[in-house]
Structures are given as C-alpha cells and as structure tokens.
C-alpha cells in the first residue's frame, strides 16, 4: 500500500539546522510530486512548496524562500525538507504529502521544536 | 497571490444537522480546489477533490458545491466522528494556497 513515512520528532536550538525526511512506498517515487506543509501548534496548514520528483526542481511559497531547501535521494525514494537557521517560529509540524493535482497521501508528520 | 478566505472559523453543531463551511476564492480558481478533514494529532485526509468529486471511501453525506468563487463543504447529518477541522486548499497553476481553517465541535 501506499505510504509516505517521515523521520522523528527534532528538538532543536535557535541558529541550528535540521533535516526531515519523507520516505515513499507502494507506488513509482517519480510518478508524483512532493509537497511539504506546515503547521504550527493550535495553527492551520500552510503550503510551504513543492518538488518535482522527476527532475528535481523545487519550488518554495514566497514565506519559504531562504531558509529552507526541498531535495531528493530518488535511488531510495526519499524526499528531504532541510532548515537551516532556525527561528522559534519554525517550531511546528511539517508534513509531506505526495500529488498528481490532488494530495492523496500524507506523511504522519514530523514535529520540531525549536527552543533555547 | 490567490487567497482562501474560509468561514466560520469554528462552530458547534448538533447531531443530525446539516453544516456548510464555505472558501471564497480571491481569483479564478475553476474547479481546482480540495477539502480536507484532520482529526488532532492526524495527518489530513481528502474529502472532496476538483470541489465537487467525493474521495473514495468517503461517507455519502459530505459534498462539494460551488457557485462563482465561492465553494462550499455540506454534511447532511452530522455524526460524531464528523468532529475535526475542515481545510480547503486551491491548486491553481502549481501554487498553492490552504483557508484558514474551519473547527467543527459538537454542541
């Protein structure tokens, strides 16, 4: 079955970086995009951007330009959300969420939490 | 930039009523718009897709609507694990924008 599984929950301090991971399964890495959204506690759900899994080109929502970078490692049909510079703002989940239009499945989500 | 202005931003409801939560869209979205339910602690989950088309495996009382810019999620008759928050996203031309979200609580 299909299954996006993401890396564990990150505590971090201010100025630090960190890398999330969204392992997929059950269906042609390639064949889907990979969108990452965030949401912060007791907030609603933000689109910060997408990445073409086909040939890896991302695009970042204009709140995303920066600090944050989308990659791939399509030989193990990863996609990876990197922070760097971390700010207490950036403590939240971050989900991935695979799409062909519609995001049909989603990771379980991967908490960070940023404080000093 | 396409803004989704969603409403209400929380409500209660009985069992049995009927509950429509609405996205207006601040441009021409055609059809290009998902509902999404998300239960606390829980990954969202697809409702409704392209406004009007029911997800698989999605109960027969949730729908989509839409009339000009203005789109609308209905539950004919609210049941218990209808409690959750309601999303709407708008997908056009690869940007991407959620509402702010809709909490549905029982009264």
């Known amino acids: 079955q299909i299954q996006l599984v993401q890396s564990g929950p990150e505590l971090k301090k201010p100025g630090e970086s960190v890398k999330i991971s969204c392992k997929a399964s059950?269906?042609?890495?390639?064949?889907?995009?990979m969108h990452w959204v965030k949401q912060a506690p007791g907030k609603g759900l933000k689109w910060m951007g997408w990445i073409n899994t086909y040939t890896g080109k991302p695009t970042y929502a204009d709140d995303f330009k920066g600090r944050f970078v989308f990659s791939l490692e399509a030989s193990a049909s990863t996609a990876n959300l990197q922070i760097s510079n971390l700010k207490n703002e950036d403590t939240a989940t971050y989900f991935c969420a695979r799409s062909a239009d519609v995001m049909d499945a989603w990771g379980q989500g991967a908490s960070v939490t940023v404080s000093s | 930039d396409i803004q989704m202005t969603q409403s209400p931003s929380s409500m209660s409801a009985s069992l049995g009523d009927r509950v429509t939560i609405t996205c207006q869209a601040s441009q021409d979205i055609g059809n290009n718009l998902i509902w999404f339910q998300q239960k606390p602690g829980k990954s969202p989950r697809p409702m409704i897709y392209y406004a009007t088309n029911l997800a698989n495996g999605v109960p027969s009382r949730f729908s989509g609507s839409r009339s000009g810019s203005d789109y609308s999620l209905t539950i004919s008759s609210l049941e218990s694990e209808d409690m959750a928050d309601y999303h709407c996203l708008q997908y056009k031309q690869y940007l991407y924008t959620f509402g702010a979200g809709t909490k549905l609580e029982l009264k």
């Open positions: 059950g269906y042609t890495f390639t064949d889907y995009a």
